[in-house]
């Protein structure tokens, strides 16, 4: 296991090495650059930032640059965009609402789908399988862009309960919006996958020698049927902790949390290089490092799986 | 600005008052005086030498204060300055401070903290992306130090004592003036930010000489602004507190509005006339100092129609600019036949023959210049209008097409991200694009200076007569004439069709009172509002 471990960690630096330098020169590749405005800036203007910001280099002396900041020192460089603060500051501004509001969102959102799965593929073709399977598609077929609008319009503007924007760390009624338009649709998938799983480890033969030695039901379903039926279930989590964590643009856009999946989406779109670097080495890490976890959590539940 | 030109030389000197809120006798005051504005986006600097947009500048003129601020008119009004003298070459101002004036830690402000702020905008070093503004003024050897080529303590400006402060010109600028306002030019503390370098922008280090002091910046959340005590009017300034709240949706703006988390909030395209006659008092639309064209490519880069002027004027002929303003805008904004601005100060548009007539008669005059210049159902004129990305870009070109098929000509659509459409305009890659100018200051060269063939001009149209206007422009006592003059030029010449004026229509409390409803650049001072009582 040890071994494995550290084989994939022997794998993930050069992965992230080479992420890092295909984002560095794809975006360097896009057509205009972070000064590239309206009104085009002198020539002695443009010569001057560039210089502060050393983008009068060639790209792969900026590349080596940034690199080595990068690896030596920690520093993601200044922001392009916002120039009164480091890549580090913006990051460290945004990634703590982001990773709050995801957390939340992922617990919530395998609680409730784990559980919806669960009893509706116990109650299979009942009243309660179909009222879950409802939900579910339901939830899935609204769009988070089409639902934050109506979260606001119902709990800001009809009943005034819920403020409609921003982040307070001090006041959880902020969190609860956001927390709601991001976890829906996860939910929904955690509730279909958890259930078409368990329906099929119900069926197979270890739970039907379980039932036949007299258990009841309830330790059935949870030492027998549960561990195997969440193996596709992880699989499925890994990937959605981490896009759930790093934020997504639209509850940035329309909750102004200030999280980091809008400047990630802003950094591409204003060539704000150094932010956008710095996002994509926060994603690529996290990505890497939880499909680490993944694996080995398979291996704690599977006792089949050997790596 | 004219009549200051027509009296050149004498010691000029402002016989108004100084502007903070002007709350008429009998006025009932709310007991809360807090106001919460509407952010699009984050303040992405609160460093007068490195903010670069609208919202930024809005929150950076509570925060500081330079030598002129404008009223709700959009006249120059004393700031840190209370006067100023003119020499006879009208090359050297030499402007009053007031005494009184302090920053928000108490020190006084001085000569030498215009001075600082002015040559570290024009510094290499800082890297500031409006250094071109320190340019833009003519003060001498701006352009030589930005260029390094000097240091900055050879820009042409000077404390001559704590109080008094000598700027020089390369060359007469008769809109100097009304440059003093804008957020470039505002004074730095040399103390604060060489004690705290990059981070004395933020809440708590900032010190600004304005009417307000930064107390909260929660990036892309919202920003607090508190009453400076320290500021030399602070007697006169009644709102105590403002948050500018980001919400990066204009409708979930409107909604955040209308449930009483924002006192003002931008009106999204198309629902003013409903807003209107819901609230009527409180939906408003005010003048904006931009205008909205479709840019030719004339360079030789650009299709070989359109260096035929009469395909130019064809196509902007058969622009219906009241269709896009009443059906499609419908925000008060004003269907444009010049570039300038039509509320610009001291600007007067010259008669235009095609306004007055017909859409019908403008349609059958581009078919015959079209015919004319050789094209028609045998040889069919095709091209590519580019926008970037934006549901109202998107529905004028759109429009736009319909309007230049009744002519026969076959327009595609090219919607690009902002970064391409900016970097295809100055490099003269596209046929006709979408393109948008906002002023700098009041007064219509600031529009006009685009079409100089040195000019921002992403068409590279070039006229010489336009260019010795626009020259004879910078010294002339009445301006007026030349502009009109200008103004005809693009008229026969069709360098862009323009297509409407600006408006920016709001939706504000009925008890915020101060907010400049006629003031084109819609530059608002907290300053000078205040909340009634309901």
């Known amino acids: 296991m040890f071994g494995f471990i550290l084989r994939r960690i022997g794998v993930a630096i050069p992965t992230l090495l080479l992420l890092i330098v295909a984002s560095f020169l794809l975006m360097h590749m896009a057509p205009g650059g972070p000064f590239t405005q309206e009104r085009a800036l002198p020539p002695q203007v443009l010569a001057n930032i560039n210089a502060k910001y050393g983008l009068d280099q060639p790209v792969l002396v900026q590349l080596w640059n940034y690199l080595s900041g990068v690896i030596f020192h920690f520093d993601f460089g200044p922001s392009f965009e916002y120039p009164d603060r480091t890549v580090n500051q913006v990051i460290a501004a945004g990634f703590p609402v982001t990773l709050t509001y995801g957390l939340i969102s992922f617990l919530f959102a395998v609680l409730v789908g784990c559980a919806l799965g669960t009893a509706a593929a116990i109650r299979h073709n009942s009243w309660l399988d179909y009222l879950a399977v409802g939900i579910s598609i339901g939830a899935q077929v609204l769009p988070n862009f089409v639902m934050a609008p109506i979260l606001v319009l119902l709990f800001t503007f009809t009943l005034g309960w819920l403020p409609g924007g921003g982040w307070s760390w001090s006041d959880p009624s902020f969190w609860i919006m956001p927390v709601i338009a991001l976890s829906t649709s996860y939910m929904a998938s955690i509730a279909r996958i958890t259930r078409a799983s368990m329906l099929e480890v119900l069926s197979s033969n270890h739970i039907r020698t379980a039932r036949a030695k007299g258990l009841p039901e309830r330790k059935v379903i949870l030492r027998h049927a549960l561990k195997p039926a969440l193996l596709p279930v992880i699989s499925y989590l890994g990937p959605a902790f981490v896009s759930m964590i790093t934020g997504s643009v639209v509850i940035d856009m329309y909750f102004s949390t200030g999280g980091i999946g809008k400047s990630f989406v802003d950094s591409a779109l204003n060539r704000d290089y150094a932010v956008m670097m710095g996002v994509t080495i926060l994603i690529g890490a996290l990505t890497i490092l939880f499909s680490l976890v993944v694996d080995i959590l398979y291996a704690w539940i599977d006792p089949k799986i050997r790596y | ?534």
């Open chain 2, 1 to 534: 600005m004219t009549k200051f030109l027509m009296t050149t030389a004498l010691a000029l000197s402002f016989a108004l008052p100084s502007l903070a809120a002007s709350v008429p006798e009998g006025t009932k005051l709310a007991e809360k005086q807090e106001y919460n504005f509407w952010l699009l986006d984050a303040i992405k600097s609160t460093d007068p030498a490195k903010n670069t947009d609208v919202e930024g500048s809005d929150v950076l003129r509570q925060l500081f204060e330079g030598l002129y601020n404008e009223d709700g008119t959009g006249a120059m009004v004393p700031g840190v300055a209370s006067d100023y003298t003119l020499s006879d070459d009208k090359l050297t101002y030499t402007f009053k401070l007031r005494p009184e004036a302090k920053w928000s830690n108490g020190d006084p402000v001085t000569a030498n903290d215009f001075v600082y702020g002015w040559r570290r905008v024009a510094d290499p070093a800082t890297a500031s992306e409006y250094a071109w503004f320190i340019e833009l003024m003519n003060i001498e050897n701006a352009t030589a130090v930005v260029k390094g080529e000097m240091t900055p303590d050879q820009l042409g400006v000077k404390a001559v004592d704590d109080h008094t402060l000598e700027v020089k010109l390369t060359t007469p600028t008769p809109y100097l003036i009304k440059t003093l306002a804008h957020t470039s030019t505002f004074p730095a503390n040399q103390k604060v930010i060489e004690a705290e370098g990059d981070a004395w922008t933020q809440p708590g280090k900032l010190v600004g000489n304005g009417a307000y002091t930064l107390t909260g910046h929660n990036l892309g959340v919202d920003i607090t602004l508190e009453k400076n005590d320290n500021y030399w009017d602070a007697a006169n300034t009644v709102i105590t507190k403002a948050t500018g709240i980001t919400v990066n949706d204009i409708n979930i703006g409107l909604t955040r509005y209308q449930s009483g988390e924002l006192d003002r909030v931008d009106i999204p395209a198309g629902q003013y006339p409903r807003l209107e006659a819901e609230s009527p008092d409180e939906a408003t639309s005010t003048p904006y100092a931009c205008s909205y064209a479709y840019v030719f490519n004339i360079s030789e880069k650009g299709p070989e129609a359109l260096k035929d002027v009469r395909v130019r004027k064809a196509l902007s002929l058969a622009v219906n600019r009241d269709v896009i303003v009443d059906k499609v805008l419908q925000g008060g904004q004003k269907p444009a036949w010049t570039w300038s601005h039509w509320a610009i100060e001291g600007f007067e548009a010259p008669e235009n023959a095609d306004q007055a007539k017909t859409q019908e008669e403008r349609i059958e005059e581009a078919k015959a210049l079209l015919a004319e210049a050789g094209y028609g159902p045998d040889k069919p004129l095709d091209l590519t209008i580019q926008y970037n990305t934006s549901e109202d870009h998107k529905k004028l070109a759109v429009a736009v097409q319909q309007f230049w098929k009744q002519l026969g000509v076959n327009v595609t659509l090219n919607n690009v991200e902002w970064k391409v459409h900016t970097d295809r305009l100055q490099n003269q890659d596209f046929e006709v694009a979408r393109y948008a100018w906002c002023g700098d200051f009041n007064e219509a060269s600031t529009f006009l200076d685009w079409f100089r063939t040195d000019g921002y001009n992403s068409g590279k149209w070039s006229n010489a007569e336009y260019d010795q206007l626009m020259a004879d422009a910078k010294t002339a006592a009445d301006t007026k004439p030349i502009y009109k003059r200008a103004e005809e030029i693009l008229a026969e010449e069709a360098p862009a069709a323009f297509v409407y004026h600006y408006a920016n229509a709001d939706m504000i409390k009925p008890d915020v009172k101060g907010l400049p409803l006629e003031n084109v650049m819609n530059t608002w001072y907290l300053k000078d509002m205040y909340r009634v009582a309901e």
